[in-house]
């Protein structure tokens, strides 16, 4: 896939790994392997790992579980340059943990970076044997590029181990996004040399990226070229497109590995059209009034069924486990891409408003408001669960004929039901 670009850091993924150390051979130890992504060395050239996947279990891992890794991007922006590398190799390591006394077939050791100042280290690092890992083995990550995260669900413990030292791993779990970005765990594991989850001072950090948005000019709004009734709907309009990682999307009919392969990216459309709610024409030689109901808010329960097939959420974060223990995502759109800006509650509730317009003697007013429309689509075209649909209530646009701007159109919130 192309890789996905936050300042000068490049995020890409791997399904390829080499085994660094397993408990093989512990009397009553729960199993457990540590294993290291490998970049391809075909399309991956220069990139690291940001630390090693834990699982509990002693299974060949390739080809069954993706991991982020990452490159330094040429500066592109005066920002860029002046905030520095993305991604510096660590000064030194710490131990965390030795199996000593655990009796496996082979020595194996966990190991903290330990960051530059100014950057973070993303997870934790195994050695088999005693010493500590190459410098090379990992990249930390400048600051300003991450989160900070949550220490999750446990992976593993070696609590009925004979080893002489306590040790438990954790995975990351990364906060609510912000509108806008994406914040991704990328498969790596925090632990400690005890059996308890641990402290918050044990740093645990997630990826932080942008969701790219595309956005055309809108349709000019309709205009009256006589007193007749114009058409109920407008010709829709893609207005703006979020592109989405694969990793943000759940696909119904793709496995994880799947849509890395096929779909790397999709495409939340929204398409734009003016409704009309409203047309009045004054035969008579004074003011008259007219008086319309229109309904803002979400048109129909689909989004219901968007979030359950896909996982996405309108109008507010949404996250879930993209594989496994580790690799976990929160992901939220822009406002104005969704209309929250304006509005916090119309893809909950449906609302019924009314519109008043005064039009004068011998004139024509048709009033409208902007219904979007949102489809969901792979790489290749094909659509993911059902169109949603919403009208924006916020803003209501208005044309008059003969076209000089003489009409007064006010809205107002229906009574509710028994008041």
Not at 97 to 114: E, L, M, V
Not at 319 to 339: E, P, Q
Not at 365 to 371: G, N, R
Request: include cysteine; charge should be neutral.
């Amino acid at each position: 896939m192309e890789s996905i670009k936050f300042g000068n850091l490049l995020i890409n993924f791997t399904t390829e790994f080499n085994w660094i150390w397993d408990n093989k051979g512990s009397p009553n130890a729960s199993p457990v392997g540590f294993w290291r992504p490998v970049p391809s060395a075909d399309f991956l050239t220069d990139y690291f790992p940001l630390g090693d996947y834990a699982v509990a279990g002693h299974h060949n891992i390739n080809k069954k579980i993706v991991m982020a890794v990452v490159c330094e991007a040429t500066p592109q922006t005066e920002d860029d340059r002046i905030n520095g590398k993305a991604l510096m190799p660590p000064d030194e390591f710490e131990r965390v943990w030795d199996d000593k006394g655990s009796k496996a077939y082979s020595d194996g050791s966990i190991w903290r970076p330990i960051p530059p100042s100014g950057y973070v280290a993303m997870g934790l690092v195994a050695s088999r044997g005693y010493d500590k890992p190459s410098r090379n083995s990992v990249r930390c990550v400048r600051a300003d590029l991450v989160i900070a995260s949550y220490i999750n669900e446990l992976i593993w413990n070696n609590k009925r181990s004979p080893a002489k030292l306590d040790f438990s791993a954790w995975s990351i779990s990364p906060p609510g996004a912000a509108a806008g970005e994406v914040y991704l765990s990328p498969g790596t594991f925090v632990g400690a040399a005890s059996y308890t989850k641990p402290s918050m001072h044990i740093a645990a950090y997630s990826l932080r990226m942008q969701i790219p948005l595309h956005t055309a000019y809108p349709p000019p709004a309709p205009a009256l070229s006589g007193d007749r009734q114009p058409a109920p709907f407008e010709k829709a309009v893609v207005s703006n497109i979020s592109k989405l990682a694969w990793f943000t999307v759940k696909d119904p009919n793709l496995s994880a590995l799947e849509q890395l392969r096929t779909s790397p990216t999709y495409r939340l459309e929204r398409l734009d059209k003016y409704v009309l709610v409203g047309f009045g024409h004054n035969k008579s030689s004074l003011n008259q009034s007219f008086k319309w109901t229109a309904t803002r808010g979400q048109n129909g329960s689909s989004l219901k069924t968007l979030t359950h097939t896909t996982g996405i959420e309108i109008g507010t974060e949404w996250g879930f486990n993209v594989w496994g223990a580790s690799g976990k995502v929160s992901a939220k759109l822009s406002g104005g891409f969704t209309h929250t800006q304006t509005s916090s509650e119309g893809w909950t509730t449906s609302t019924a408003f009314e519109i008043n317009a005064t039009v004068p003697a011998h004139k024509a007013v048709a009033v409208y408001l902007v219904q979007s429309d949102y489809k969901l689509l792979r790489e290749n075209g094909t659509q993911v669960a059902t169109d949603i649909s919403y009208t924006d209530g916020d803003n209501v646009y208005w044309s008059e004929y003969p076209p000089a701007r003489e009409c007064e159109v006010t809205c107002k919130p229906l009574p509710a039901p028994g008041s």
